[in-house]
């Protein structure tokens, strides 16, 4: 059973930096792709950033340069560190997996499995 736990979230000012985690209970994690995803109330669930089993990655536009994505395949853990956030990130962050994928997607549609997720918020 596929399993995808997400962990690190938190309260934080706009300017600083936080990391949150998605460890994973996938065997062949070596082929799978990961994705981060983000939803806010009353907001559609948008992706934020993916990583192929390759490292390729792929970021949406709003968090490039600010967030940094990673996966340690010892750990079977994927990383997303976030700097210089805005209160606009504030949302509920969902870990994400599917089949691999070279180039890594970033709609919600493409994944098949999901954590519970994270809650992120960002104060002005």
């Known amino acids: 059973q596929v399993q995808l736990v997400e962990s690190g979230g938190g309260s934080v000012q706009a300017g600083g930096s936080l990391t949150i985690s998605c460890r994973t209970t996938?065997?062949?994690?070596?082929?799978?792709?990961m994705a981060w995803f983000r939803q806010a109330p009353g907001k559609e669930r948008e992706g934020v950033a993916a990583?192929?089993?390759?490292?390729?990655?792929a970021y949406d536009d709003s968090v490039k340069g600010r967030f940094t994505l990673s996966r340690d395949d010892g750990k079977t853990t994927m990383y997303l560190q976030m700097n210089n956030l805005k209160p606009e990130d504030s949302a509920m962050y969902y870990c994400?997996?599917?089949?691999?994928?070279?180039?890594?997607?970033?709609?919600?549609?493409?994944?098949?499995?999901w954590g519970q997720g994270t809650q992120v918020t960002v104060s002005s």
């Open positions: 994400a997996a599917r089949n691999w994928l070279t180039e890594p997607p970033l709609h919600p549609d493409d994944y098949n499995y």
């Open positions: 996938i065997v062949t994690w070596r082929l799978y792709t």
């Open positions: 990583i192929a089993p390759d490292y390729t990655t």
